[in-house]
């Protein structure tokens, strides 16, 4: 396991993301390659409940906001590669 997935991880504990917050983190995290399409499509099933759905948008708009050396989150977010399925 490395560093920075380590340092993911404890900050999902810490901040007590949910399920869905915690995917939405993976999948447009500043890793230099993309999110797996298995990992696409159970973000995209997520939306189907009111609820994460929620909690998935608003990692998304969080993740839009983000800049500087977090531009991959921006990127990842709006990427047509990491939308294609």
């Known amino acids: 396991m490395t560093t920075s ?3 993911r991880q404890v900050k ?3 901040h007590n ?7 939405v983190r ?6 230099p390659w993309g ?3 298995s990992l696409m499509s159970e973000i ?12 998935v948008m608003g990692m998304v ?11 991959r989150h921006v990127y990842k977010v709006t990427s047509p ?4 399925g």
């Open 5 to 7: 997935a380590l340092r």
């Open 12 to 14: 999902n504990i810490v």
């Open 17 to 23: 993301y949910s399920e869905a917050e915690i995917k």
């Open 26 to 31: 993976e999948a447009t995290s500043n890793d």
């Open 35 to 37: 999110p797996s399409s």
């Open 44 to 55: 995209a099933d997520l939306t189907f409940n009111v609820v994460a759905f929620a909690e």
């Open 61 to 71: 708009w969080k993740r839009l906001n983000d800049s500087g050396k977090n531009w």
């Open 81 to 84: 590669k990491t939308q294609a």
